[in-house]
């Protein structure tokens, strides 16, 4: 594409420069700016994009966007914000996809993934042979990618987007996360339809405040033709107000009384409320709905069960929040003869204002519990401990692998174990390495340990 074309797009303050140059690709990382590519210069928290303009250069970038003109000698299209300019620049070089493309977003703290496979089963089952965009993978034509970050950055989202429809989808489910959106990388996507979920304490290290929080999933709103909204959550129910044409669904609904939701608890109810309620708005069949609701065994790491013949069940989850711990911990107990035993903990440099949230909450809903490490990245894992148990008289065990194995050699016949934070995670971040650990393959490995009796 014409270079020229793309500053149209962008409507620049200033071009430094020839307009001339040829662009074949766009960039945002220095180190992947491949040649005749259009690079952008992002400041960033930790480091500015401006910083390794010349980098991008030596490796072939053609032209630069930039917020401040550098002293280089290449063409430099200068914008308020490159930030903003990085989607509609996107847009524009992948040929508006989604114009093309129906996609359906799932946003909302809890359920986003769980609701995006079973939406996917769905569509899959209509024969709209559907693209999946969450933060376990990524599906593209039948080719099955590691996830990288649950919304792609712009370019990558609408290159993706551009490759499903090279490769025969003919729609896309992807998870649409607060942060995505007051970053820009979701500006230019269209959405055939927007599913909300709820809202419960989450990410305010980075919002600031649920209001901030629930404003940021609001946003989207105006980028989606139709609107479904879970109007049983009270964010859902506000949300529900400003959105008179929504389509509405309540947690307090059942499911047709002929779907055999394999899934177990009873939030995936809601989920799966989700799902139909947005295929239904798309003008899929009930037949469809119901075959792809039914076909769904199991989500990775989403209330994921580990089975090795052992008297009592083992739950994998990724809750990591309070109201996901609480949803997570009352469905343990609906399944439960006996105890319900968790074993949880809080990431570090995130907000830490939801740890001593999540003690009580597991101190009041489980029978034994046992604080351990999830995610420390650079902070002190004993501190977040501290943080999380707040005076409460909760076990403490830092390493992971052995708090599994004191909850799995404490469990009983009737029971049920709950390793609740990481769910489909097979690393854990520490002081910047990304360390193997899965908690389904160690609780698979204990149990066998134990040789439990069937």
Same mark, same amino acid.
């Given at each position: 594409m014409q270079l020229e074309r793309l500053i149209a797009a962008l409507a620049p303050t200033d071009v430094i420069g020839s307009a001339t140059a040829e662009i074949r690709e766009l960039a945002y990382d220095a180190r992947e700016a491949p040649r005749d590519s259009l690079f952008f210069c992002i400041p960033g928290a930790t480091a500015d994009g401006h910083d390794f303009a010349p980098e991008a250069l030596r490796r072939?970038?053609?032209?630069?966007?930039v917020e401040r003109p550098?002293?280089?000698?290449?063409t430099q299209v200068v914008v308020p914000s490159v930030r903003a300019a990085m989607p509609r620049a996107a847009v524009e070089f992948f040929g508006d996809p989604t114009a093309q493309l129906p996609v359906a977003g799932i946003t909302g703290t809890n359920g986003k993934t769980t609701t995006a496979y079973l939406l996917s089963s769905i569509l899959f089952a209509a024969d709209e042979r559907p693209g999946l965009l969450t933060n376990i993978e990524r599906r593209v034509g039948d080719d099955v990618r590691d996830a990288g970050l649950n919304t792609p950055e712009s370019i990558d989202l609408q290159r993706l987007f551009r490759e499903m429809l090279e490769a025969g989808?003919? &729609?896309?489910?992807?998870?649409?996360? &607060?942060?995505a959106s007051v970053k820009g990388r979701l500006d230019g996507t269209r959405f055939a339809v927007l599913v909300f979920t709820n809202l419960t304490q989450d990410h305010l290290d980075f919002h600031g405040s649920m209001e901030d929080y629930f404003e940021a999933k609001c946003r989207l709103f105006a980028q989606a033709d139709l609107a479904v909204v879970n109007v049983g959550d009270p964010f859902g129910a506000r949300l529900a107000e400003d959105i008179p044409e929504a389509v509405r669904f309540s947690s307090g609904e059942a499911?047709?009384?002929?779907v055999e939701l394999k899934l177990r608890g009873r939030f995936n109810v809601e989920n799966a409320l989700a799902a139909a309620a947005a295929a239904r708005a798309l003008g899929v069949g009930d037949d469809a709905i119901k075959s792809g609701l039914e076909s769904v065994e199991r989500i990775p790491g989403r209330f994921d069960a580990v089975d090795e013949g052992q008297p009592f069940t083992v739950l994998v989850d990724y809750a990591h929040t309070p109201g996901a711990l609480a949803t997570a911990l009352e469905s343990a107990r609906e399944l439960a003869r006996g105890r319900v035993i968790c074993v949880f903990g809080a990431g570090g440099d995130r907000d830490r204002t939801k740890r001593p949230l999540m003690g009580r909450v597991v101190a009041e809903l489980a029978d034994l519990a046992i604080v351990t490490s999830d995610n420390p990245r650079s902070e002190d894992p004993a501190a977040i401990a501290g943080e999380v148990v707040d005076a409460l008289e909760l076990e403490i065990e830092l390493d992971r692998r052995r708090a599994i194995e004191r909850a799995l050699e404490a469990a009983r016949e009737g029971d049920v174990v709950v390793i609740a934070g990481k769910g489909h995670e097979q690393g854990q971040e520490v002081r910047g390495r990304k360390l193997p650990f899965e908690d389904r393959e160690v609780a698979a490995e204990t149990l066998r340990r134990l040789r439990m009796p069937a």
């Open positions: 072939g970038a053609a032209a630069l966007v550098l002293g280089l000698d290449v989808n003919r &729609s896309c489910v992807m998870e649409a996360t &607060s942060m499911l047709d009384d002929d």
